[in-house]
């Protein structure tokens, strides 16, 4: 059985949990149940953005062992609706692993989108770029926090698609919160069901 790379033991926050999984390089754990269950508040303490109780785990080292921007960077949340802090795209995804011109087509976005102001462009696109400004900083596990929920069916496939060539190219991991049973049925290898008590049961 491969070796997990990403490991959760014991996490709650607040009432919700607690939550435990392991993954290995390349899966990816599908994330369900009804709003207000706290997918989200999750997906965050995993991050190390919210206080939380338990374990997480990285290549054997835990959130409490490593610095808080590095842990951040390794293990990155994806917000459904993504904050932009500078006035263009291409400010903040750097061409660090000389791959975005190959994402952007991946995705279907014009090059010329990096240099438009944020407010200009559509919910759709922003949150195409949002999901290269993750990539561009070589996650080893990405949170994503319903990646896809502003897309048509056809530019969902294409996200779907670049995810999983990402995990599979990297050896990375992916928590990937929908509320779409079809899309979590395509993209994931186990999935964890979130009831309103904040119980969870993983399968």
């Given at each position: ?8 033991a014991?996490l709650?926050?607040?009432a ?14 599908g994330?369900?149940?009804?709003s207000?269950?706290?997918k989200?508040r ?25 610095a808080?921007?590095?842990w ?6 994806l917000?459904a ?20 011109a190959?994402?952007l087509a ?5 090059d ?5 102001p ?13 999901l290269?400004?993750?990539l561009?900083r070589?996650?080893s596990?990405?949170l ?11 530019n ?8 999983g060539?990402?995990c599979r190219?990297h ?6 919160v929908?509320?779409d ?23």
């Open positions: 059985m491969p070796m997990a790379r990403f490991t959760v014991a709650s926050v607040g919700i949990g607690p939550i435990e999984f392991a993954l290995a390089g390349g899966e990816c754990l994330m369900s149940g009804p207000g269950a706290g989200t999750l997906l965050r303490a995993m991050a190390d953005l919210d206080a939380h109780s338990g374990v997480c785990t990285l290549d054997g080292q835990t959130s409490t062992a490593m808080a921007p590095k951040r960077s390794r293990v990155m949340y917000a609706e993504a904050p932009w802090w500078a006035d263009t795209p291409s400010q903040q995804i750097p061409d660090r692993d000389g791959q975005r190959e994402r991946a995705l279907q976005l014009d010329t989108l990096l240099h438009q944020v407010t200009r462009i559509s919910s759709g696109q922003r949150q195409r770029l949002a290269l400004r993750v561009c070589r996650p596990v990405l994503l926090d319903e990646p896809t929920a502003n897309l048509d069916p056809a969902s496939y294409r996200v779907e698609t670049l995810i060539d990402y190219a050896a990375a991991c992916a928590i990937w929908s509320h049973q079809a899309q979590l049925s395509r993209v994931a290898t186990r999935t964890l069901v979130l009831n309103t008590a904040g119980a969870a049961s993983c399968s």
